[in-house]
């Protein structure tokens, strides 16, 4: 095992440890009442924490052992609702409180799921219409220095991923940069730190940039409008490391090249539709109080109507249109982990594990610093669980609270390169010219302006 998973292991038994601390000393501060506490001081409840705890060494070790990360906490939410049920009758614990549980992690996971599947596939039509391409053989051919494309690919990923998916748009500039890069390895490397501070401070003032963003928005804590008050903070904490950075991006022009890629027929009008079904998800929210991922839905119907009159008018070198082709394509390893993730974080929550971890983190800390460390922790552990376990928690924060855990857990991700989806994907298709250890070198850089980011948004928003 190397350095890097040594640091991972070492943050989750950390954690884990200290969870098993608080459920036999967090009674003291006297814990929200809970219709299953008592187990969290039983031993089935503490192997409960001991599953979840390997369940999430495997998902950290997914580069080694290559055992995708859906696989382990799916299995670990399995084993840990049927230990609860298990001990269900020892503590009083009827099937109906069971089933309701079950549901209520359930109507979650459900409204995230239907809202990143039609996302996912707007993304894979968009990119067999070329749309990304074409926007990548655009920016290669301007012909501009080293240090301007470092300024245009970083600010374009910046405004780019509140909007599209962040994995995405940060793997489009990163195809950038190495289509312009060739010969320049220096400027690859930093480069692509760039797109990762630009494309995790982006998506955080955005409920559309991040899943973080997207769970904080459909659980209510946060309303839409709310989330653009962090523009400022984000902005910041991406320009300073940026601003510093760029001193230190090699000199020169590339050569010019002569690439170009077109946008496929009906690429123009994916991007309306996509545009429409945000749209139809903030005003159906909004104005109608319907769920968000009902928009998404409908908004989905209208691409596959797009796509049927595509096919059915299709001329030769054309894609093939097939919706359900697209579907299939979506992350559905990411799709699944959210499930696993879900359903073991909840299982805690019903036992009355994140009540107690709220009571002795934001009651002792206090909200700030809670929430300063955790995003801290995000830059090793994924930003992910992290956030669903605050919204399980349930903590008594006011909406600036909300705002500084929304922007913590999702520019703290760019302390490290793996601590966000961008940093592990650009690490795997930039063959070596940006690692671990280059992204680190910029870590302190990065950090000034991820204290810089958070002090302006507690000085502008409280």
């Known amino acids: 095992m190397n350095y890097l998973s040594w640091l991972r292991l070492s943050v989750v038994t950390a954690l884990s440890i200290m969870l098993v601390t608080i459920s036999f000393s967090a009674f003291a501060i006297e814990p929200r009442a809970h219709v299953f506490a008592e187990l969290a ?24 052992t ?8 799916m299995l670990g939410a399995g084993i840990i609702w049927l230990v609860i049920a298990y001990a269900a009758p020892q503590y009083g614990v009827n099937k109906e409180q069971l089933h309701k549980a079950i549901n209520h992690g359930l109507d979650e996971y459900s409204s995230l799921l239907l809202f990143l599947l039609c996302a996912m596939t707007y993304i894979s039509v968009l990119n067999k219409t070329n749309v990304f391409a074409s926007m990548r053989s655009w920016l290669v051919s301007l012909g501009l220095s080293y ?16 909007i599209a998916d962040n994995l995405t748009t940060a793997l489009v500039m990163g195809s950038v940069a190495l289509a312009i890069g060739v010969k320049k390895p220096t400027f690859v490397s930093i480069t692509m730190v760039n797109i990762v501070c630009a494309t995790n401070a982006g998506g955080a003032f955005s409920p559309f940039g991040d899943i973080t963003t997207l769970m ?8 839409f409008s709310q989330f653009f008050s962090l523009f400022i903070p984000a902005l910041v904490t991406y320009l300073i490391p940026c601003l510093i950075m760029s001193f230190f991006v090699p000199n020169g022009v590339p050569m010019p090249m002569k690439e170009h890629t077109a946008m496929a027929r009906g690429g123009k009008r994916t991007i309306f539709l996509g545009l429409l079904s945000i749209t139809m998800a903030i005003t159906f929210e909004q104005f109608l109080g319907l769920p968000p991922f009902m928009g998404m839905m409908m908004g989905m119907s209208l691409l596959m109507f797009l796509t049927y009159h595509l096919r059915r008018t299709r001329v030769d070198g054309e894609p093939k249109y097939d919706i359900f082709e697209d579907v299939r394509s979506a992350e559905w390893d990411t799709l699944l982990f959210f499930f696993g993730v879900m359903f073991s974080v909840g299982a805690l929550t019903f036992i009355g594990y994140m009540s107690l971890a709220s009571d002795y983190m934001y009651g002792t800390w206090g909200a700030t610093q809670t929430n300063l460390v955790l995003g ?33 857990c999702g520019v703290g991700g760019s ?22 250890m280059s992204h680190l070198r910029w870590t302190p850089v990065i950090a000034l302006g991820y204290g810089a980011g958070i002090y302006t948004h507690l000085f502008l928003n409280g």
């Open 415 to 436: 302390l490290l390169s793996v601590g966000s989806a961008a940093g592990v994907a650009l690490m795997g298709s930039a063959k070596g010219q940006y690692t671990f």
């Open 376 to 408: 801290a922790i995000s830059a090793v552990i994924d930003n992910i669980p992290v956030m669903f376990s605050v919204l399980s928690m349930q903590p008594q924060m006011d909406v600036n609270q909300w705002l500084l855990i929304t922007l913590t």
């Open 216 to 223: 904080v928005w459909q659980s209510g804590q946060v309303e």
């Open 147 to 162: 240090r301007q494309l470092f300024w245009v690919t970083g600010l374009i990923t910046f405004f780019l991923s509140p």
């Open 66 to 73: 290559q055992l995708r990360k859906s696989k382990p906490v």
């Open 41 to 64: 001081t039983d031993p089935k409840g503490i192997f409960c924490l001991v599953v979840f705890l390997l369940s999430y060494v495997l998902v950290i070790s997914e580069e080694k």
